[in-house]
């Protein structure tokens, strides 16, 4: 063909321009659908929740693959810009464009233009098959270096519902934390099976993964625990920088002589017992700048310290005991001691707990919740939380809570209910770990005596109405410790003489010369009145009636509680009692004024009961530390063949005490393994309406939840001698209990839920109680 035929031709399809330049788009198009729809074969091999750029690192790593695609571009480059050129002539009519296309069309080839671009339509297919081949081999070759040809499918194993839930999960969520991408997860199926059967725990163990990578290491061994005598160390360990630390540690100074006295005694007193020496954690969350702090800044102006009271005798007691002792006040401390990976909290802990307690706050909770993700609930029997008014089961069970309108802000965090600690046993559900009192020597205590004042008094709080402060002001002088600043001086009537914020020993001297302690009404609960108590005060305080509780008082609301407080400080009215404490109804002013006048008649010496005497609080948290477990199964009761074992007394496996209606476990009957021990229980049924702590309370016994398992059986029904029409099993805080209306027998399905607290005018409940040492309430007669 000529080179004058080909100008006429090119003008002619230049004079319907439109429909040809339509027609080059799609060839190009086309091909260009041709080579993806070629490669795509081998993306939508991979999932489409899987990272583009894993599959781009796989296919395109090579260098020949490399210059394919180089080949590939570079004829679509020329492709496009042809098309550009024929684009910006058909905006144009004028004769010499065209004329100077036609030239450019002459140097192309004398083959057709559409035969040219079928041709690179070809060579790209050929092209991407060579690809396809290229991708399928690099492809092979991983898996056969990784051993992991087919094996990369989601498992189908009923042991493990949720893997596939979690597996579509991962997908669409793993680039939410860097904590994937730290444990090795790159968007793969492989690399999410990986971390969901060896970093947590939804996804069965991959058979072709070599299970030796991650070991099981074993415990530390055994070692036995030494009591210390010298609180150098932990003072080093607690640190400064924050007001509330140095505060802590002045107390931890100045009662340490104390410590190692007490320490002494009780090391002879356990000489034969073995200790074993525990890992243990303090995380003092309510100190974490997270949390807010809001304790420090107020350390100095007269703010809430019955918290770090507890707290630094917490750490004192746990380090004389000999502990291996590790202390955090701060998120990034406990990210280095628990091991928490890079990112934002969402993956679980790898390895071992390296501790075998934790002791926390309910701010500490929700600290480790954000930042251990599922190890939280894997680990969570090694924690006690510091809870100062106390958390009863129907609270600390989320789904029941929910169900029954007891959530609130804190609970709900499925603990058994004694991993709780209060600050007084006020709540037996809880265990009771306390604080100490100052203790004095017999010379201080002669001292007092002769330097009592008779006819002084110190307000106890921030203020006092100024009703009651008239009245006591006709017999005593009265004495404040309000804080105040120079240019806003306190809120007190003129007649008090206020000391301003005294330093502990300041205090202390004032209570040595003080009479009385009064209270009126709040805060509720302090360590004040013990001190005041043991250096020889009266403490005088309010009844609160109705009592206050979670229905009727704000400070109450929204706490894990439904306890009714009595008065300001039921701890002392229920345990000490006169002559050393005082409730009256303040309310009546003609019984607080008579009240006053017998105290100014009575002469008391200081009283401090022994759980809270340093002896007292090692005691009981060595008991606890070496006899609770909450981390290993309980074995299953009753026992299968418990029918026939406990034949031959219409009680088993119960009997009568002597000279009394309690029941108490037989001695011919198997003893199981509990602590406290099963030879503490004592089984009796409550009134209706009655609680089970109130029960064993007007028996002189404690209610003890660690032995509700042994007598949630229909056999404990048959003993008190309810007469079950029916027998059922639900979850319930009041079971087990019998129902008079119906006559049925109600057994507890859930143990976190077994509850001390709680009553209804439907049931008579069952309740375990136990007997305590004299002067300690958390431990019975045999649990040391």
């Known amino acids: 063909m000529m080179s004058s ?4 031709m090119t003008r002619r399809c230049l004079l319907t321009y439109k429909p040809f330049r339509i027609f080059v788009l799609g060839v190009g198009f086309f091909s260009l659908c041709f080579l993806m729809t070629s490669l795509g074969g081998q993306f939508s091999a991979k999932r489409p929740s899987e990272s583009p750029f894993t599959t781009r690192a796989e296919v395109f790593g090579g260098q020949e693959s490399r210059g394919v695609l180089r080949k ?3 004829m679509l480059e020329v492709i496009l810009k042809r098309m550009d050129t024929l684009s910006r002539l058909g905006n144009s009519t004028e004769t010499h464009k065209l004329d100077e296309l036609a030239s450019v069309l002459d140097r192309i080839q004398p083959i057709g233009l559409v035969e040219r671009i079928q041709a690179i339509a070809q060579n790209m297919s050929d092209m991407a098959g060579r690809v396809e081949q290229i991708l399928q081999r690099s492809i092979a070759s991983k898996r056969a270096r990784e051993g992991t040809f087919g094996q990369c499918d989601i498992p189908k194993d009923p042991h493990y519902p949720d893997c596939p839930s979690k597996m579509d999960w991962m997908r669409a969520r793993w680039t939410s934390d860097p904590c994937y991408a730290f444990y090795g997860v790159d968007g793969s199926d492989c690399s999410f099976l990986i971390y969901l059967s060896e970093v947590e725990w939804f996804c069965p ?26 609180t150098g160390a932990l003072l080093e360990q607690v640190g400064t920088g924050k007001e509330s630390l140095n505060f802590m540690k002045r107390r931890i100074r100045r009662l340490a002589a104390q410590w190692a006295s007490a320490a002494r005694r009780l090391d002879d007193k356990l000489r034969s017992h073995w200790r074993d020496d525990k890992r243990i954690l303090v995380h003092v969350g309510f100190l974490t700048e997270e949390s807010g702090d809001m304790f420090s800044p107020k350390v100095l102006k007269g703010g809430p310290l019955g918290e770090m009271v507890q707290w630094a005798d917490i750490l004192t007691a746990l380090y004389v005991l000999g502990h291996d002792l590790k202390i955090s006040v701060s998120v990034k401390e406990l990210h280095g001691f628990l091991g928490v990976p890079p990112g934002r909290g969402s993956c679980a802990l790898t390895g071992p707990l390296p501790f075998d307690l934790i002791y926390t706050d309910y701010h500490g909770m929700q600290q480790m919740k954000q930042h251990m993700g599922l190890s939280l609930k894997k680990h969570k029997c090694h924690i006690r939380v510091i809870d100062t008014f106390g958390t009863e089961p129907a609270y600390n069970h989320e789904e029941y809570a929910t169900l029954h309108g007891y959530r609130t802000n804190w609970g709900y965090w499925n603990l058994n209910s004694q991993q709780y600690m209060t600050m007084f046993p006020h709540t037996p559900d809880n265990s009771f770990m306390g604080f100490v009192a100052e203790e004095l020597n017999d010379t201080a205590r002669l001292n007092i005596q002769k330097s009592k004042v008779n006819n002084m008094a110190v307000i106890y709080g921030k203020e006092g109405k100024e009703t009651f402060l008239s009245i006591l002001h006709r017999h005593m002088e009265i004495h404040g410790t309000v804080y105040y600043e120079t240019q806003r001086p306190p809120e007190v009537p003129a007649f008090v003489k206020n000391h301003g914020l005294l330093p502990q020993h300041e205090l202390q001297q004032l209570f040595r010369k003080a009479k009385l302690f009064i209270g009126f009404g709040f805060p509720y609960e302090g360590p004040a009145p013990l001190e005041a108590i043991a250096n020889g005060c009266i403490f005088l305080q309010p009844k609160f009636s109705p009592p206050h509780s ?11 509680t439904s306890r009714e407080v009595s008065s300001q400080h039921p701890y002392a009215e229920q345990y000490i009692g006169r002559p050393h404490v005082m409730t009256v109804d303040f309310n009546n002013s003609e019984e607080f004024d008579a009240a006053i006048r017998d105290i100014m008649k009575i002469d008391v010496e200081p009283f401090l009961p022994y759980e ?3 002896e007292g609080m090692l005691e009981r948290v060595h008991a606890y530390i070496q006899n609770q477990d909450f981390c290993s199964p309980e074995a299953p ?8 074992l406990w034949q031959g007394s219409p009680l088993a496996p119960f009997m009568l005490m002597a000279n009394s209606s309690i029941l108490t476990w037989a001695s011919n009957i198997t003893i199981y393994t509990s602590w406290p021990p099963l030879g503490a229980l004592q089984l009796l049924a409550s009134l209706q309406g009655e609680s089970c702590v109130k029960a064993c309370q007007d028996a002189g016994l404690i209610c003890e939840p660690a032995l509700y398992r042994f007598i949630n059986i229909k056999e404990a029904f048959n003993a008190l001698d309810f007469q079950c029409a029916g027998l059922e099993s639900e979850m319930n805080h009041l079971f087990p209990a019998f129902s008079a209306e119906h006559a049925e027998c109600g057994l507890q399905q ?3 839920l077994f509850s001390c607290a709680g009553a209804s005018i439907k049931y008579q409940r069952l309740c375990p109680c136990r007997d305590y040492r004299d002067g300690q309430v958390a431990l019975c007669r045999d649990c040391l």
């Open 550 to 560: 979670s229905l009727n008082h704000e400070f109450f609301r929204g706490k894990p």
């Open 5 to 8: 035929d080909i100008s006429i």
């Open 637 to 644: 009761f009753p026992p299968v063949n418990a029918s026939r």
């Open 612 to 614: 809270y005497t340093c």
């Open 205 to 230: 163990p991959l058979a072709w993964r070599n299970q030796t990578a991650t070991p099981t290491l074993k415990p530390p061994p055994r070692k036995q625990a030494a009591f210390r005598f010298d």
């Open 750 to 752: 859930d143990p976190l």
């Open 72 to 74: 590939i571009s570079d």
